[in-house]
């Protein structure tokens, strides 16, 4: 059974930063590329970052220069480092664990951006 656990959200100042987790559970990681995505109020679900086995990262144009995306194989944890944070950062942030043509999804953390 595949588990994605987020933790490391909260409430946070503009300019502010936070860095998020998460731990993934009952599959191989190395076989999936791992992700966040965001979901404020009343919108559309939104691509923040994706990172590979290798390393390699790409970038949701919202987030580019101010978020980091990086993974600890070892450690069967993605982590998602977030500066400089807006007032429109803020939502409900998913993990994901990609391996075509399959998606898991965490439960989500909450991170609130005060102005």
């Known amino acids: 059974q595949v588990q994605l656990a987020e933790s490391g959200g909260g409430l946070v100042q503009a300019g502010g930063s936070l860095r998020l987790s998460c731990v993934a559970s009952?599959?191989?990681?190395?076989?999936?590329?791992m992700g966040w995505f965001r979901q404020a109020p009343g919108k559309e679900r939104e691509f923040v970052a994706r990172?590979?086995?290798?390393?390699?990262?790409y970038y949701g144009d919202s987030v580019k220069g101010r978020f980091t995306i990086s993974r600890d194989n070892a450690k069967n944890t993605v982590y998602l480092q977030m500066k400089s944070l807006k007032p429109e950062d803020t939502a409900v942030y998913y993990c994901?664990?990609?391996?075509?043509?399959?998606?898991?999804w965490g439960q989500g953390t909450q991170v609130t951006v005060s102005s």
């Open positions: 990172i590979r086995w290798s390393g390699d990262t």
């Open positions: 994901t664990a990609t391996t075509t043509p399959t998606t898991y």
């Open positions: 009952g599959l191989t990681f190395s076989n999936y590329i």
